[in-house]
């Protein structure tokens, strides 16, 4: 078996509790929808997304679709985008501020030191997954990861977007694990040929899968799949350059 070189973490239910996704991240977007769309419906990025929203939807008003699609809770490319700069005003005037759990943070800085790479697969957009660790609890933490990967690669449950992830990685897939707590990911993960283990969080209500390793944090994570063994090594040899 390959050694794992590399982890991929979900954001949902993994790094991040669910309600701030849910419960303060949606309703802020969703309250400054219309007054962003009118300030910024002229600018290129803007306007690139909704014209996406026009050939996805043609006819409908784009502010309507994109309500509607945030209320079904949609993985939509241009809903998920226009959320991001949404999202980036917010952090930027500091009304918003990074939810991860305290586990994380220690977990990814151990995991880098040891010479693994880190990747994020999301529902949302590359810009809310940088903005949410670069403007953290725990302070910026998007300079740990070395890529972001949102639906332009493809849905998270569809074994397909693990592969075309793999190749985005340039790594085979039996050398990265994937990290999440739905298991109909997990499953895709798996059916590309990643290793995986499931954050069970008892936080989270779920149920720990029978078909996926498991564990209730990052610490239970690194013990499950190896990992902690990587980080006590790169810790030595930290140590040891640290003294020469």
């Known amino acids: 078996m390959l050694a794992l070189v590399a982890v991929v973490t979900s954001i949902e239910g993994t790094t991040t509790p669910l309600s701030f996704i849910r419960d303060v991240l949606f309703p802020f977007a969703r309250e400054r929808f219309p007054a962003f769309l009118a300030a910024h419906a002229a600018d290129p990025a803007v306007a690139v997304q909704l014209a996406d929203v026009r050939r ?7 502010l309507q679709t994109l309500l509607r699609w945030m209320d079904q809770d949609a993985k939509i490319t241009p809903l998920k985008a226009l959320q991001g700069m949404i999202w980036r005003e917010g952090y930027g005037e500091g009304e918003l501020v990074g939810a991860v759990y305290p586990d994380v943070p220690p977990a990814l800085r151990r995991w880098v030191a040891a010479g693994l790479r880190l990747y ?5 957009s590359t ?11 725990a302070g910026d933490l998007a300079g740990l990861f070395s890529g972001f990967f949102d639906t332009r690669v493809g849905s998270k449950r569809e074994p397909e977007s693990f592969s075309r992830l793999a190749i985005g990685m340039g790594r085979p897939p039996a050398e990265i694990v994937y990290l999440s707590y739905i298991e109909a990911e997990l499953d895709a993960a798996a059916a590309a040929g990643m290793r995986t283990c499931q954050l069970a969080r008892r936080r989270n209500g779920e149920r720990p899968s029978q078909r996926h390793p498991h564990a209730a ?28």
């Open 56 to 62: 996805l939807v043609p006819g409908r008003d784009e």
């Open 120 to 124: 994020c697969f999301s529902h949302g």
């Open 127 to 137: 810009e809310a997954q940088r903005l949410i660790f670069s403007h953290s609890s």
């Open 217 to 244: 944090d990052f610490a239970g994570v690194a013990a499950r799949m190896g990992l902690a063994g990587k980080a006590a090594a790169g810790a030595n040899r930290a140590a040891r350059i640290t003294e020469r």
